[in-house]
């Protein structure tokens, strides 16, 4: 196999992070995937840091070994936990979410204040606030626990298998009247606070799933920063200069690891996601992720 | 005046900087740039920190009160010493010449091995060590300081006004046989060490003058990240997502003010690294930089 045609890996607690790779497959169409999401483990966000890091070091081995050219955490919580100590020790490079999504939102900016809509402990973690200052120690950065966006997710995925339908039937299946209202609730400190924010960077990678409530609730003056779009573009960039991009004539394969035991769930929702039918779609136990 | 068509502000120690003015006229052929030039108090290399965060504050009210949209520090040792302060205290946003630097290394490298080409201070303060690891913990960086290359260009450019015509007629200036032994001396360490750098970071702004001689010594495997090239796309990605990018039909204005006394010397080294004529040169002077 042609260096450049390795695949991409992509690695994530569970479903979200197939935002991330819906983005990267639309965005480089010749390129191939694998993609390993942890289901049986998630939610990160309820675990110490050290046991996410561990998991993010078994995911990062264990896609080395199936030869992919880069690795791509597409989470924040595990960017946040693990991002650092995997480029340090796996045998392949490593990029997170975070950096490219704060850059993005620095650029973006006017006003120099940037909201950061994003899980209570990605918030709390101060991880954007730090990739952000880092670049320009004069943005403000005002953070927005969001504790009910990712249920308000998972509950819409869990009811089965006839997403796709339901969404080419009834359009944006997630902006209904409840959840507008869920989330101008949520964003409320950031809109009405008078925080003169312009620019939001969606801080955890289920959120581009409600992107249309949030949108809604922003108003047009506000520009909404997506951190799957924001990694696409910073992967590409990578890709580029090294000469690693897949050639044109490349067929691309999308693979899909999952811990879950129940596979078909995993592809009914993985697929709305994905905006794709997951094809390929394999399931990897514990016991191989940890390399035993 | 259009928000859009305000000048871009530009600052260095003297004429080092106007390889970046050069970079950004060259590729944004509709923006205004206003550079200042703070000749007088050059080189800051042998100045302490504090005066130079001095300095950098001054010239940046001073092209804040020139109605600037945004400040480049186009500087290592400025940028190294002042960028933080300048972003937290100036009324303009503001960005220096070594993030931009750091994450193209990063993107290009492949052996994850990167050598930062500066003067021996900028190497010292480990800005770059720090920019590039702050993004990629697994980048090993190779500092190679380059005592005399600043010295080598100053002594060129000193040799007069006709050094437009004497690179027109025998090529690059620079690219001579003795400068091409002095930087082969100077790269050794990280070309012979076995180091396996395969991206270099020129980290000073003077350096792409000796791209020549640099080329050269690095050999054909070896890429050379230009901080004023990747200044320059950092900045039009910046104009582009705030809107602020001039019009097709703006005609832009080149203006330069130097803290020299000696107008004609700026003159006519600064229209040779400009590559082309500075036409509207003012002297500004040290009371007036200061705010007096």
Not at 75 to 99: D, E, F, K, M, S
Not at 101 to 124: D, E, Q
Not at 199 to 218: K, M, Q, S, W, Y
Request: hydrophobic letters at 40%.
């Amino acid at each position: 196999m042609l260096d450049s045609e390795r695949p991409i890996g992509v690695f994530d607690s569970g479903l979200g992070g197939l935002t991330v790779a819906r983005c990267i497959a639309e965005s480089l169409p010749h390129e191939s995937i694998y993609y390993v999401g942890d289901t049986k483990r998630c939610p990160y966000g309820v675990r110490s840091e050290e046991e996410v890091r561990a998991f993010v070091l078994q995911a990062g081995h264990w896609l080395a070994e199936h030869d992919v050219k880069i690795m791509v955490i597409a989470c924040n919580t595990a960017t946040a936990a693990g991002l650092r100590i995997a480029q340090q020790i796996l045998p392949v490079p490593v990029i997170g979410v975070i950096a490219p999504g704060a850059r993005a939102a620095i650029n973006s900016t006017r006003t120099r204040k940037v909201g950061v809509l994003a899980t209570p402990l990605t918030v709390r973690t101060g991880a954007y606030t730090r990739a952000i200052q880092d670049l320009d120690a004069g943005v403000n950065v005002y953070g927005c626990p969001a504790p009910s966006f990712v249920e308000i997710v998972e509950r819409e995925l869990a009811t089965g298998a006839h997403l796709q339908e339901r969404w080419l039937q009834d359009g944006d299946i997630f902006d209904t009247p409840e959840n507008r209202a869920e989330v101008e609730r949520t964003l409320a400190p950031i809109v009405e606070g008078g925080a003169q924010v312009d620019t939001v960077v969606l801080g955890c990678t289920h959120f581009p799933l409600l992107a249309g409530p949030i949108r809604h609730a922003l108003g047009p003056d506000v520009r909404v920063v997506s951190s799957a779009e924001e990694t696409t573009r910073e992967l590409e960039d990578i890709l580029r200069r090294r000469n690693q991009l897949a050639g044109i004539g490349h067929r691309p394969t999308h693979r899909f690891a999952t811990t879950s035991d129940n596979i078909a769930e995993f592809a009914a929702a993985g697929s709305f996601i994905f905006g794709q039918p997951l094809k390929s779609i394999e399931h990897v136990s514990l016991d191989e992720l940890r390399g035993l």
